[in-house]
């Protein structure tokens, strides 16, 4: 286990943005530099203490996805090395295992959310309109059930410390343009019904997840950000799950879970985690990806 990287410090680089996990740098007009913190962010509020090795682990699933996926829309990754782009071994030590250099787009300014199961917000708003983000579903769902059909409810993305806030299609086919707007749906779930096919052969459920995409010089659709990540998505054990209850998962949900039992205002700033939960989030991300990928934590 490494010692944890609650904000990097490259010095050689230009600092574009510290977002709730992961600190972007500028490399050159084509070229950006991310470092994926050990922070952790739980209902949009950066919690004060580092995940030890979440931002490696977070890097690794989404490489692993990445490269997977590769076949349904072209990402952001170069292959160029990090550690080639930063000065001196701190900088270098910073950005191994944890930092990738990608191409520079526009970001899309929504999120692409995919649910498969009814869990979460989507469950909250079930229960009080009989549908999900203005999207009717049957009477008499469970919690956790699974969906009749994969659904696709965009949100817009929020600064740090900010709640994003889930709208309809025709908002974001307003924001972005009823052809982006398609094929970032279409897009989006075929990238979840591909993964989650995948990983319940793994023994794990993916719930629902989040992608965000960004255009190239040439208006094209390209996966940037993260992908399947136990930060953007829920992973549920597959031998433990069952509808009616709010299963066990390897993603941020066991974090959530206790914050519920505080007196907190879910605003800034946010309660210290106890030495366990912090030890167990740190194991369940950790057992997320090695299950996912059949591969260890590289050293």
């Known amino acids: 286990m490494s010692l944890p990287l609650y904000e990097s410090s490259i010095k050689s680089l230009p600092l574009l943005t510290r977002?709730?996990?992961?600190?972007?740098?500028?490399?050159?007009?084509?070229?950006?530099?991310?470092?994926?913190?050990?922070?952790?962010?739980?209902?949009?509020?950066?919690?004060?203490?580092?995940?030890?090795?979440?931002?490696?682990?977070?890097n690794a699933m989404a490489n692993f996805w990445f490269a997977k996926l590769a076949g349904v829309v072209p990402n952001h990754l170069t292959g160029i090395a990090p550690e080639s782009v930063v000065k001196g071994a701190d900088e270098m030590a910073q950005v191994k295992g944890r930092g990738v250099v990608v191409k520079r787009l526009k970001p899309l300014p929504v999120e692409a959310v995919v649910r498969?199961?009814?869990?979460?917000?989507?469950?909250?708003?079930?229960?009080?309109?009989?549908?999900?983000?203005?999207?009717?579903?049957?009477?008499?769902?469970?919690?956790?059930?699974?969906?009749?059909?994969?659904?696709?409810?965009?949100?817009?993305?929020?600064?740090?410390?900010?709640?994003?806030?889930?709208?309809?299609?025709?908002?974001?086919?307003?924001?972005?343009?009823?052809?982006?707007?398609a094929a970032v749906r279409d897009i989006s779930i075929r990238l979840y019904s591909q993964a989650a096919d995948y990983a319940r052969g793994r023994g794990i459920i993916i719930a629902d997840t989040k992608f965000e995409f960004g255009l190239d010089d040439a208006g094209s659709v390209v996966l940037i950000d993260e992908v399947l990540t136990a930060d953007?998505?829920?992973?549920?054990?597959?031998?433990q799950y069952r509808p009616g209850i709010s299963p066990p998962s390897y993603d941020k949900q066991y974090v959530r879970?206790?914050?519920?039992?505080?007196?907190?205002?879910?605003?800034?700033?946010?309660?210290?985690?106890?030495?366990?939960?912090?030890?167990?989030?740190?194991q369940k991300y950790r057992e997320a990806y090695e299950r996912l990928s059949g591969a260890k934590l590289p050293d």
């Open 19 to 58: 977002g709730k996990v992961r600190d972007m740098y500028a490399v050159d007009d084509k070229h950006l530099l991310i470092v994926t913190t050990d922070r952790l962010s739980a209902f949009d509020v950066i919690l004060p203490d580092p995940i030890p090795d979440k931002g490696a682990v977070l």
């Open 116 to 181: 498969g199961y009814l869990i979460g917000s989507g469950w909250k708003d079930y229960q009080q309109t009989g549908a999900v983000c203005g999207i009717p579903l049957p009477a008499g769902l469970q919690q956790a059930q699974k969906l009749p059909e994969v659904i696709f409810t965009p949100a817009t993305k929020a600064d740090a410390g900010d709640h994003d806030e889930n709208i309809s299609y025709a908002r974001m086919e307003g924001i972005v343009g009823a052809v982006i707007a």
């Open 232 to 239: 953007s998505s829920r992973f549920w054990p597959a031998d």
């Open 257 to 282: 879970d206790y914050l519920e039992t505080l007196n907190w205002s879910k605003t800034p700033p946010a309660p210290h985690l106890p030495a366990e939960v912090i030890a167990r989030t740190s």
